[in-house]
């Protein structure tokens, strides 16, 4: 069995330098202004769903430590909109961070700690030296043991200083809507007339409102203010709300200023069909992202329910995606019980007429998951769970955070793969198999913004989608605040309308509201707001060029290279080897050619790599892992039984540069303690 490695050296922190700071009130911060406080250095880029469960699974420890802990979230993007100042100030306003942010777009910060993957978490003690170096997420258990040792060693040392932190919150955005996520059209008679009650005539008081409701209303999921709005078609009457717009969980009485029901930043819903709604007892579905829930609501009574998971993030539970040498991961059913389903960060759902279910972007496994509402069935139907770009049959392929769903006229299922800037297909055969297929995107570190062919074409992290009445795609292209158009007959990329601030979906509207037209509807996060857009008759052909995120490479020498991955249980933890080494590296490398010897996968954190003279540049992967279980050895120094175990995983990319006077070792931390 590999040992734990560790260094006891000590390594005073470097100084926190880039572009700007927030939520500090305009002041700049030191790590001398800092010192006498545990800090946790958060590093973060605000398209990543990993960074953002860390943000939640942070903010217990903050508060309970508030007084000697200051968490510092260093923004180090990946793509070219993260290091827009502008959008970084929406970001820290939308999810609620309430910690000072370093802007570090030119990823200074990031280089100075060796920071190699999104989430990175770096813990500095009060004397301003580093004592904690984590990688991904699942750490709050071990920083919840670790914060109190270092509390309990500088005040026995002197040198904490409790007191207040340096944050100073930001002026709060005021309006109707907050960060809005997606919309779906209510066509009449399926709307909230009947909460609204009658009037005198025996006529829909909710009907004269706004005088739109004949035309049907819109539903909006109000993401910044943990609610649901529906309205008028001129969006701008508020027909109903539905959630107290408290961030909670809550099921229960939805409607209006007495609601009690609680949302968590909910994102994609979905009206399912009236005979379906007439069985389930609901006529909306919702992704209630950050409770990691599926919601129901009732637009006859007002009610809110819970229709799957158990609010535990998936990752925390069942642990990090488990593929076999095929690279096939689990797909199929998970349980009989939708309510003991763990689920994560759930970003959009859609109705399916082939398989008769809503089909559920579950952006934090990089899945597709499927939900029967009548019987309430949850299954995987497509991703093992890997981050990335790939095709095939749906238990093999990857996916990358997706975030859009719409379904065609075919009954196919049209993917806004979110991290990959990608269009994904699910295509769904009579039988019920489902086959992957990407129809623009390369990979995860490949963004642009270009038409023409859809080989050539580039988008850039879009999270929504929708199918044109001609039957070509319309994307919310969103960090580059477009609408784009995907036409599957000729396999070409075009841009449909420009300008528009962080577009979270995109829908057709049929109603002619605005016209005799059929128009787009855009939900425009970072304006708060819905908006119509014309469909082009000629659309425009852009080329901004095709980008890559720079990260930066490490020098090594062809050759030998000796791998290190450093992990350390936490305290009060043991690695699990009840069944064998516990730990384990998968190493592959992009070209393939780049390794000569020492890929696959095989146990222990420890291996020599054998790296070509004959290859100038490229990509190592490596993915490790490492099980540690709670609770003190028994007599015999073994793990107690019924003991919770935890599984630690991070997957890293790391660009190599090849030159002879390279490094001949890479240290990596999974769990590094020093």
Request: charged share 20%; proline share 6%; net charge negative.
């Amino acid at each position: 069995m590999s040992e734990t490695v560790r260094t006891h050296a000590r390594v005073r922190a470097s100084e926190l330098v880039g572009r700007n700071w927030l939520n500090t009130g305009g002041k700049t911060l030191d790590l001398e202004a800092l010192r006498g406080k545990i800090v946790l250095l958060d590093f973060w880029t605000f398209c990543c769903i990993n960074c953002l469960h860390v943000l939640d699974e942070l903010r217990p420890l903050e508060e309970q430590y508030s007084d000697v802990l200051v968490t510092v979230g260093v923004h180090s993007p990946k793509f070219e909109h993260e290091a827009d100042p502008v959008a970084l100030a929406a970001a820290v306003e939308r999810y609620e961070i309430h910690h000072p942010v370093l802007d570090d777009p030119e990823l200074d910060t990031w280089k100075a700690y060796t920071a190699r993957a999104w989430p990175t978490l770096v813990v500095i003690d009060p004397e301003g030296y580093i004592v904690a170096h984590l990688s991904g997420e699942g750490h709050a258990d071990g920083l919840a043991v670790l914060i109190p040792e270092l509390i309990a060693e500088h005040e026995a040392k002197g040198t904490l200083h409790r007191g207040s932190g340096p944050y100073v919150a930001p002026e709060a955005t005021s309006g109707t809507l907050r960060f809005p996520g997606k919309a779906l059209f209510l066509p009449q008679g399926r709307g909230s007339a009947a909460l609204a009650g009658t009037s005198d005539d025996g006529s829909s008081e909710r009907a004269t409102a706004g005088g739109a409701a004949d035309k049907g209303s819109w539903l909006v999921t109000d993401t910044g203010h943990h609610r649901l709005v529906e309205l008028g078609t001129d969006f701008q009457t508020v027909l109903a709300t539905f959630g107290s717009g408290t961030k909670g969980y809550a099921d229960g009485p939805a409607a209006g200023d007495t609601a009690s029901a609680q949302f968590n930043e909910p994102q994609g819903l979905v009206l399912l069909p009236e005979d379906v709604a007439a069985k389930a007892g609901f006529d909306v579905v919702i992704a209630d992202s950050v409770n990691h829930r599926l919601r129901g609501l009732s637009l006859t009574d007002g009610k809110a329910s819970t229709l799957a998971g158990n609010g535990i993030q998936r990752l925390l539970e069942t642990g990090p995606a488990r593929v076999d040498e095929e690279g096939a991961g689990f797909s199929g059913s998970l349980g009989s019980d939708p309510l003991e389903v763990a689920l994560s960060s759930p970003w959009d759902v859609v109705w399916s007429r082939k398989l008769n279910a809503v089909v559920v972007a579950m952006a934090g496994t990089h899945q597709i998951f499927s939900f029967d509402p009548i019987t309430g069935a949850v299954a995987i139907i497509a991703g093992n769970g890997l981050e990335g770009l790939l095709d095939g049959p749906a238990h093999e392929a990857w996916f990358a955070q997706s975030s859009g769903l719409a379904e065609d006229a075919d009954g196919n299922i049209w993917v806004a793969d979110s991290e990959t800037s990608a269009l994904r297909k699910l295509v769904i055969a009579e039988d019920g198999t489902i086959t992957v297929e990407s129809a623009v995107g390369k990979g995860l570190f490949d963004f642009g913004f270009r038409d023409g062919p859809a080989a050539e074409a580039r988008l850039q992290h879009p999270l929504g989608v929708t199918v044109l009445p001609d039957g070509s795609v319309a994307i919310a292209d969103t960090y580059n605040g477009a609408v784009r158009r995907y036409d599957p007959a000729s396999g070409t990329v075009s841009t449909l309308a420009r300008g528009l601030a962080e577009p979270s979906d995109v829908i057709v509207d049929h109603t002619q509201a605005a016209g005799s037209e059929p128009l787009l509807v855009v939900v425009e996060a970072n304006k708060h707001q819905l908006v119509y857009v014309p469909i082009p008759k000629e659309a425009q052909q852009v080329d901004e060029g095709a980008s890559q995120t720079h990260r930066p490479k490490s020098p090594v020498a062809p050759g030998p290279l000796d791998l290190t991955v450093r992990f350390t249980a936490p305290t009060g933890q043991k690695l699990d080897d009840r069944w064998g080494d516990p730990t384990q590296l998968k190493i592959s490398s992009t070209p393939p050619e780049l390794l000569v010897s020492g890929g696959g996968t095989s146990v222990g954190l420890l291996r020599t790599l054998e790296l070509s003279r004959d290859v100038p540049e490229g990509v190592l992967h490596i993915t490790a892992r490492a099980a540690a279980c709670d609770g003190p050895e028994t007599e015999d120094g073994e793990i107690p039984d019924h003991a919770a175990c935890h599984l630690y995983q991070q997957d890293w990319g790391i660009p190599v540069v090849l030159q002879a006077d390279g490094d001949t070792e890479l240290v990596l931390d999974l769990r590094g303690m020093d």
